[in-house]
């Protein structure tokens, strides 16, 4: 089939690469426009794009999709199917009718669970022990469409949304070109997602990903890692911010260390215990305003913490 891939950061790399290593023609990509960033915000292509320039293929990026010279020029290449894998714009009806079998998307959950911009991240901070990845066709709503196949990955115990994703999108690579093979040879059928276990996954704000500290430790652990590393976990010290990486889950409490509510500090030669509704947590990387990210022992060496102060 010729194919049209619509993507944008690293997560859709592993499917663009698997797509043009395999029997169909991808013969363009849709992506975000080029994007400001790091200190000089200079203009930076996406990851999407990085690669397709490197194979020499024809590289879209409206504004948006419904602008008409994208539209005509579509219409133009005259694509089969259109897979998308974190595009990052919604797609107008007279987009999705272009292609015979449709634009095909690639979603990090098992549909209809977590529906939405942020299906990792929400995975880990609800504590789901089972995850994978969906193949559907898109329609207006939200990641509502029929689903053309599914891939499940076990969550692991020290999985970020990083590590997670990076997994899921290597999988999900093979499922979209299964899926791709499936619509070329007739064998898929396109199943309606049930009504029952729908929930959504919203894009986290970087006020949700603030750390609770009177919440269990089990239920802090799960939100620091499903914040890491975006937005990124963080709380307060001294009335400024301090990002809050994965927990150290290896370093037990001390003998004799004293009883700590939610946000109190103890502090040992090698570690600094956090109080939770539940029992202390050991932090593990913090990262102080206007620093680099260090160890928290490190870190509280240099901010000599005096007894009494917490994390609020």
Not at 17 to 35: G, Y
Not at 156 to 167: H, N, Q, Y
Not at 211 to 233: E, F, K, M, Q, Y
Not at 282 to 300: I, T, Y
Request: charged residues 20%; proline residues 10%; glycine residues 10%.
């Amino acid at each position: 089939m010729r194919l049209v891939l619509a993507g944008t950061p690293d997560t859709a790399v592993p499917s663009l690469r698997a797509l043009l290593a395999s029997r169909h023609e991808v013969v363009a990509v849709v992506t975000r426009p080029d994007a400001r960033s790091g200190r000089g915000r200079t203009l930076h292509p996406s990851p999407v794009k990085e690669v397709a320039l490197e194979h020499g293929l024809e590289v879209l990026t409206p504004e948006r999709p419904k602008d008409p010279e994208f539209l005509d020029r579509l219409r133009e290449i005259a694509p089969d199917c259109c897979p998308v894998v974190a595009y990052g714009a919604l797609l107008p009806r007279v987009a999705l009718d272009v292609p015979a079998h449709g634009w095909v998307n690639l979603h990090f959950s098992l549909l209809p669970a977590w529906r939405g911009a942020a299906p990792v991240q929400r995975a880990l901070m609800a504590g789901d022990e089972v995850t994978g990845a969906s193949t559907f066709v898109i329609e207006e709503g939200l990641d509502t469409g029929p689903v053309l196949g599914a891939v499940t990955e076990t969550v692991r115990p020290a999985d970020t949304s990083g590590t997670l994703l990076a997994r899921l999108a290597d999988v999900g690579a093979g499922l979209l070109v299964a899926t791709m093979d499936g619509l070329e040879d007739g064998s898929l059928r396109a199943v309606p997602q049930p009504a029952d276990g729908v929930s959504h996954a919203p894009k986290l704000t970087v006020e949700e990903a603030r750390v609770r500290w009177s919440l269990p430790a089990h239920v802090v652990d799960r939100h620091v890692r499903g914040c890491t590393p975006n937005p990124g976990a963080w709380s307060t010290f001294r009335g400024e911010r301090l990002k809050v990486g994965p927990l150290d889950r290896t370093t037990p409490v001390p003998e004799g260390a004293p009883a700590l509510g939610p946000g109190d500090l103890h502090v040992t030669k090698r570690s600094v215990f956090v109080g939770t509704a539940s029992g202390p947590v050991a932090l593990g990387e913090v990262g102080p305003h206007g620093k680099r990210p260090m160890a928290a022992a490190d870190w509280a060496r240099g901010t000599r913490i005096a007894p009494g102060e917490t994390l609020d």
